[in-house]
């Protein structure tokens, strides 16, 4: 009876993990910025939030290169608003070393990201998810 119970508990369990799991987490990859250079974004649940973390850098060539940034939050505090919409959050440029008041539009396997700073617009572009 008690491995019966253990087992319905770790089923429950698991299921409650996956079904927190955001259709936004996993590799994303960047559009190449100002300087031609691009990242891979992984992101994830920080807290009740959602963050990115640039894990890799690559030149315009694709030549991958260790960055300054690399481990840099370049998303942060953005909250699903559901149906692929996200918002709250903000979002760091490195080419520009600037942070922006950012949305996020999820669909399918590309992630679009718009950004704001003291009234200036940007659109990030759209990201890749890598795999």
Known sequence: MKRILMAAVAT???????????PVHGMWQTVKDDNGN????????????????LVKSFDSSGAAFKSENQGRKIIWNMKSDGGGAYSGGKVYSPDRDKTYRSKMTLKGNNLNIKGCVLGICRDGGTWKRVN
Not at 12 to 22: E, N, R
Not at 38 to 53: E, F, P, Q, S, W
């Open 38 to 53: 691009y990242g891979h974004i992984d992101v994830k649940n920080c807290g009740a939030a959602i963050c990115g973390t």
């Open 12 to 22: 429950v369990a698991l299921g409650v993990g996956a079904a927190q799991a955001d």
